[in-house]
Each structure stands twice: as structure tokens, then as C-alpha cells.
């Protein structure tokens, strides 16, 4: 049933790339009909009915009955075949992997999280990595042979166009994505994590409409997801949202990247840990003191963030400062980018009202006011999930959208 549409697509046809206009339709709009769908692309009726009764007998269309008018006839509603694909998202953290399965429609028929896996950038670990992910596959309660994209996460610089990663697992001269596909056996896409995380917040998560967002994504590492005019923008190759290295601070702290003074190291989940390490050996208390001065301290940045929670005054005094170097940034990508709606997410986004006040207090202070009066700040929705459901939408759409 799916092969044909598939042909047509990787040939490039005309009637693949309407049919790809029309199943993106359906995934940002749902249910339409068809006078409303042929507008929507600019086709004729005659065009677009055409189409639609191939799609329907292919399978990838239902017929959602007639919508209710005041009078006249009653138009069919159509929509996407929730059983005619499945598409696969998988979400590298640090210490676990989370993996979710969504239908055509996009809605979450299986999802695991906190799957054990300690990310190292290294062969043995993309091997276990893909040991996981065809686990999951194995074990799906769908006919796998409907599993048409798989998209992974990868922090750092990536090019989801040509399926490269220049900052992990960049191991081989092919790209990572068809190395993947090669080792998982379906096909593989890659995109950055943050991206992900913003592409599913969009989707699914607290946005209402807004089309020119930032979702910032405060983890262990600090990055941005921007959308511009409804569209995710990527830059030239895909590496746009490196907010975590601008240099700020005048500091001799060295980033991961190689270069010092970046914004990450004073404003992250990384720096989070770090300076609580630093603080508590010096002779500070905190409730995590006897696990900091073990000598095999194994503390993650969960438990910290759930210290946050359990209202350690370190640690909130921690995190307010690091919401205020964080705001303080923020206020310069509002003056430059104008949004409508500032999204902060990520690990640290957990401690809710801790980091978010100070990053409003900063905002208010360092930015314009004119400017900063369009701006909605709030926090992520989908929280720890955003990065799955964002990958499985992501290994959606970028099989479908032109």
C-alpha cells in the first residue's frame, strides 16, 4: 500500500510533491475539506478531489464523514489515516535514552523513557545505541513493516539536509544517517536535540497559534530552537541555535566547544553541577553535601533539580543565578528576533518559578520595553518529553514536507 507513494517521492514526480503539499496540509491543519484544502494549495477542486480519492484508496486518507453546515450539502471531511505509517523519535539524554512510536496522525501510540545509556561519543556507544533502538522495534505492538522514518537527536552541530554530525558520533566520511540506516535496517534521519525539542513544542506542546518563537533549551548543555513565520529555521547547514557559545564572560572556565568565556559555562545544567561542587567543598551546605564530598561522587542533574524542588537553598541560589546570566542574554535575542513567545525548557526548566522569575526580572531589566511588551515567557509543556515527541514529529515531516 505505502510503496507507491514512496516511489513517486523518491523520484521527485509532480504528483509525489502535491501529495506531499497535501499530507503536510493535513499534519499542521488536521481534518479539512476539500473546497478548504484546495484553496489552502491553490489547486482546483476537479485537482485536489483527483488526488484525494488516489491517496484514499492508497490508504494514506480517511473519509471522516460529513461536516455539519447551516444548510446545503455536507461536505466530506478528510483527513490522515492514523494506520498507513509509523514514524519512530529517539531522544539522546546523558545517562538514558527515551524512544517514542507515533501513528500517521501523529499521535503517540508507544513511548519509553529513561531507557539506561550512558552517551559517550564513541563507537562502542552508537553501537549499543542502535542495539536499543531495534530493541524497541522488535518489541513495538505495530506491524513494523509500517515504519517508514526513524529520527534521532544528536546535540551539537548537525545538517539534517545531508545527515551529518560534526560534533558526535562523526566517526566515519559517510553520513551518520546512512551509517544508521545501514545498522538499524529503516530509514534514519538526524536532527539537533534542541531543534526537536522546539519542533515538538510547536506541535504539540504550549504553543497557541504563535509563529515566531524561541524555545530555549537549558540542559546540561544551552542551546536555542527559533521559528520564524511557522517555519523552523536551520542556517545555511543546519547550525543556527549555538547560544550556549557566545562569548560573555571573561572567565577561564573552558567550554566543551574548546574556547572559554561562553555562555554555557555559567549558564547550564553543567555549570549547575559545577558550581554546587565547587561551593559545597568550600564549606557550604546543601542536602546533597554527603553525596558531593563521597569520593565517588555519581550525583546526576536530576537529583539536583529535584533538590531544587525539595527547596535547598543552595541549590536555589544556584539556579537564580543562573536564570539571571541566562535573562540577561535572553533580553538581546528578544531586542534582535522581536517574538511572540519566549519557551523555556529543558532539565532545568523543572525547577519552574526558580529559573523562570529571574530570567523575567533579567528580561525586563536588560531589554526594551516596547519590545519585550510582545513577548510571552513561559515554560515548556511537554517538559522531559518534548525532545521524543519533537523527533517522532520530526521523522514525520521530513519524509512529507516540500
Not at 93 to 114: C, H, P, S, T, Y
Not at 310 to 319: F, N, Q, R, S
Amino acid at each position: 500500500m505505502k510503496q507507491q507513494l514512496l516511489k513517486e517521492i523518491e523520484l521527485g514526480s509532480k504528483n509525489a510533491l502535491i501529495k506531499k503539499r497535501i499530507i503536510t496540509h493535513y499534519i499542521y491543519n488536521g481534518s479539512s475539506t476539500i473546497t478548504d484544502l484546495s484553496k489552502e494549495l491553490d489547486l482546483s477542486i476537479p485537482t485536489v478531489t483527483k488526488f484525494i480519492g488516489e491517496m484514499y484508496e492508497d490508504g494514506y486518507i480517511n473519509d471522516y464523514g460529513k461536516l455539519e453546515t447551516s444548510g446545503g450539502r455536507h461536505p466530506s471531511l478528510y483527513g490522515l489515516n492514523p494506520e498507513s505509517g509509523y514514524f519512530i523519535g529517539v531522544d539522546i539524554k546523558r545517562f538514558a535514552v527515551n524512544i517514542g512510536l507515533i501513528n500517521f496522525k501523529g499521535e503517540m501510540m508507544e513511548l519509553k523513557m529513561n531507557i539506561p545509556y550512558k552517551f559517550e561519543n564513541t563507537p562502542e556507544a552508537k553501537e549499543e545505541l542502535c542495539r536499543l533502538i531495534s530493541s524497541f522495534i522488535k518489541k513495538a505492538k505495530v506491524n513494523t513493516d509500517k515504519i517508514l522514518n526513524i529520527n534521532i537527536n544528536i546535540s551539537g552541530r548537525v545538517n539534517p539536509e545531508s545527515g551529518y554530525s560534526f560534533s558526535q558520533f562523526n566517526f566515519s566520511e559517510r553520513p551518520l544517517a546512512e551509517v544508521l540506516t545501514e545498522k538499524i535496517g529503516y530509514q534514519v534521519c538526524i536532527d539537533n536535540d534542541t531543534r526537536a525539542m522546539t519542533y515538538g513544542e510547536y506541535l504539540q506542546g504550549c504553543v497557541k497559534g504563535e509563529k515566531n518563537i524561541i524555545f530555549v533549551n537549558v540542559s546540561w548543555g544551552l542551546g536555542i530552537g527559533i521559528i520564524i513565520d511557522g517555519k523552523v529555521y536551520t542556517g545555511k547547514s543546519g547550525f543556527s541555535g549555538e547560544f550556549g557559545h557566545i562569548n560573555v564572560f571573561d572567565n577561564e572556565i573552558l567550554c566543551h566547544c574548546g574556547k572559554k568565556g561562553c555562555l554555557e559555562t555559567e549558564a547550564s545544567g553543567s555549570a549547575l553541577y559545577r558550581i554546587l561542587l565547587e561551593r559545597v567543598r568550600k564549606g557550604e551546605s546543601s542536602i546533597l553535601s554527603d553525596r558531593i564530598d563521597s569520593q565517588n561522587c555519581s550525583l546526576t542533574l536530576d537529583e539536583i533539580i529535584e533538590a531544587v524542588n525539595k527547596e535547598d537553598l543552595l541549590c536555589i541560589e544556584i539556579v537564580e543565578e543562573i536564570g539571571q546570566k541566562l535573562g540577561k542574554q535572553i533580553a538581546g535575542l528578544i531586542n534582535i528576533l522581536n517574538p511572540e513567545l519566549v519557551i523555556i525548557g529543558g532539565t532545568l526548566s523543572l525547577t519552574e518559578d526558580y529559573i523562570t522569575q529571574p530570567i523575567k526580572t533579567a528580561i525586563k531589566k536588560y531589554s526594551l520595553n516596547l519590545v519585550n511588551q510582545d513577548t510571552v515567557i513561559t515554560v515548556s509543556k511537554l517538559k522531559d518529553k518534548a525532545g521524543v515527541v519533537g523527533a517522532c514529529m520530526l521523522a514525520r515531516s521530513r519524509m512529507f514536507e516540500c
